[in-house]
């Protein structure tokens, strides 16, 4: 697609330590990448796309300013992750509306079930 | 406290009935007066085991030291029931509640601690070997001493790690204000790849000054992910500069002074009700533990 296809944004490039690792994001970048992302989702939203993964090219041409931002701020794998965990985080919200509609009565978090919610998010 | 205050009870009645017997006269005296009374106050229960004789003096002894009939009255309008008595049983049975709840969550937890010890060799935990983001090595012996708060995660992580370590200050704050320095915190790398100690220790002074991070080489670093039973999934050869992401599980661990496994605590739990955790588990522990 035409109008960032010559110049692919790149995110900020690791800077590796003197004893050969590489230096995580601080507190602000991260700060400034979670921005990127929550501008990016908020189009995404008025446009009615949850998984801007698949729908890559309508989300390229609608939201093309944000998404450079995004991409900017954040690191690539980054960027892939907020957005499967925005479609991951969608259809929860969706099972548990459904799982509420049948008449299904939360778990009280923080008591029961711990094990089982606190490995299935992940990262 | 129960059978204290039963046999207090107990000790009541034949004192009763001793003095019953030094008083006929009086006791017959309140009986005239106050015929309709003694037929009310009869307990139904006892008059099985209790002569009638007893029962109505049981309710109608006058103490010594009433100046006038009506005072007597009034005194023994309530029978032996007052509200000196009430309050003394609200009293017994508010307390009694409360030190049984009390007691049965402290077993509660002890049973949690005692079920994770395991039998022989440890579930989670165990020998390690790594590098503190000081560059001097640490083993599971360094734990040892006091309690310990085991965080593992990777520097590059996107979101779930740094607001799990923002908790974990929370935690190390309201641990420290109530218990002292009883509790090291500590942060395991994934990532041994990227994460080196001076990438560590500029990534977790932004947390917290406490927390002390770990790293090696990339099978120290899958054995003690072994150990702790966590999720390990970092491939061994990555280039360097390398953009990639670290799957791992998200538990704080809680290790108690002598290097066993306490509890896990999970993403759900608050600061607050995480830190609630730890502090009652501190509370309990009755051995050595060392709070310089």
């Known amino acids: ?123 | 406290m129960a059978t204290s205050f039963a046999r207090a009870l107990r000790l009541i009645e034949p004192g009763v009935c001793r003095q019953c017997a030094t008083q006929p006269a009086r006791r017959t005296f309140a009986a005239v007066q106050n015929p309709k009374r003694e037929i009310r106050s009869r307990p139904a229960t006892q008059t099985t085991t209790l002569s009638q004789q007893q029962v109505r003096a049981f309710s109608f002894i006058p103490k010594r030291g009433y100046k006038t009939v009506q005072e007597a009255k009034s005194r023994h309008k309530s029978g032996p029931f007052s509200w000196q008595a009430g309050l003394l049983f609200l009293l017994a049975g508010a307390g009694l509640t409360v030190y049984f709840r009390y007691e049965k969550a402290r077993m509660a937890r002890a049973r949690i601690a005692e079920a994770n010890k395991g039998i022989g060799r440890p579930l989670v935990g165990g020998p390690f070997h790594l590098t503190d983001h000081n560059g001097k090595e640490f083993t599971e012996q360094n734990l040892k001493g006091k309690y310990s708060l085991v965080y593992f995660g990777f520097t590059h992580c996107p979101d779930i790690c740094p607001e799990e370590l923002d908790k974990m200050a929370g935690m190390l704050d309201q641990v420290k204000e109530k218990h002292g320095e009883v509790l090291q915190p500590v942060f395991i790398s994934c990532d041994p790849a990227r994460d080196t100690p001076e990438v560590i220790r500029r990534y977790l002074a932004e947390f917290h000054p406490d927390l002390l991070g770990m790293t090696g080489t990339w099978q120290e670093v899958k054995d003690v992910c072994k150990a702790y039973r966590v999720y390990f999934s970092t491939p061994p050869d990555v280039k360097p500069g390398q953009d990639y992401l670290v799957d791992h599980s998200i538990y704080f661990y809680l290790m108690d002074p002598e290097g066993d496994f306490v509890e896990a605590i999970g993403r759900n739990f608050t600061v607050d009700a995480a830190s609630k955790v730890i502090n009652d588990h501190i509370a309990d522990w009755r051995g050595k533990i060392n709070k310089g």
């Open chain 1, 1 to 123: 697609m035409g109008l960032f296809g010559s110049s692919q944004p790149s995110p900020p490039q690791p800077e590796p330590s003197r004893d050969g690792g590489y230096v995580a994001p601080d507190r602000s970048a991260r700060a400034v990448c979670w921005e990127g992302r929550d501008s990016f989702f908020k189009c995404l939203d008025r446009n009615s796309i949850i998984d801007s993964v698949k729908e890559d090219e309508k989300a390229k041409t609608v939201c093309a300013p944000e998404l450079k931002k995004f991409e900017e701020a954040c690191a690539a794998s980054w960027v892939t992750y907020f957005k499967k965990r925005r479609v991951m985080e969608f259809q929860r919200d969706l099972t548990l509306k459904k799982l509420s509609a049948e008449g299904a009565t939360p778990m009280d978090s923080s008591t029961a079930g711990g094990a089982g919610s606190a490995t299935l998010s992940g990262k």
